[in-house]
């Protein structure tokens, strides 16, 4: 396959294990983000914030359970319709243009990134996904 055509599901396949639901700091949520999730799961979006939330930098994110998962994972995220930007754009993030070697970093916990390509064709479809 000629590089210029490799496409970001070349890269990713999603494999639905959740591992990127877990840990690793958690997940901010903006304002318009717990609206659209406190709508789809039917409660007021201060109830939300107080139930689901805690805040970290003075910026909320999303509370995690026990086992280290998102709160809204369960086998799946239960929120997928509305999850948070950031969960949408996973792998696809800043910080692997940052350093491309956080792409192998994630990869060791992401069944779904591909690692068998030069770092500067990830990166250039990176950029490109997030142009």
């Known amino acids: 396959m000629p590089f210029d055509a490799i496409k970001p599901s070349n890269l990713f396949q999603c494999k639905k294990c959740g ?16 609206k659209e999730i406190a709508a789809y799961i ?12 805690r805040i970290s930098g003075n910026r909320p994110l999303l509370r995690q359970s026990e086992n280290g ?9 239960t929120i997928h ?22 792409w192998e970093i994630m990869a060791g ?7 068998d390509f030069p770092d500067h064709i990830i990166k250039a479809v990176i950029e490109k996904k997030l142009s």
Do not use: H
Not at 43 to 53: H, L, Q, S
Not at 69 to 77: E, G, M, P, T
Not at 90 to 100: E, M, N, Q, R, T
Not at 109 to 115: D, E, F, K, L
């Open 109 to 115: 916990s992401c069944p779904g990134i591909r690692t």
């Open 69 to 77: 998962f998102c709160i809204f994972w369960n086998d799946l995220c």
């Open 19 to 34: 591992e990127c639901c877990k840990g690793y700091g958690g997940t901010y949520v903006t304002t318009d983000n717990i």
């Open 81 to 102: 319709p509305v999850k948070p930007k950031m969960c949408r754009d996973w792998p696809f993030i800043k910080s692997v243009l940052a350093d491309i070697k956080n």
């Open 42 to 53: 039917q409660i007021a979006p201060a109830e939300f914030e107080k139930k689901y939330c």
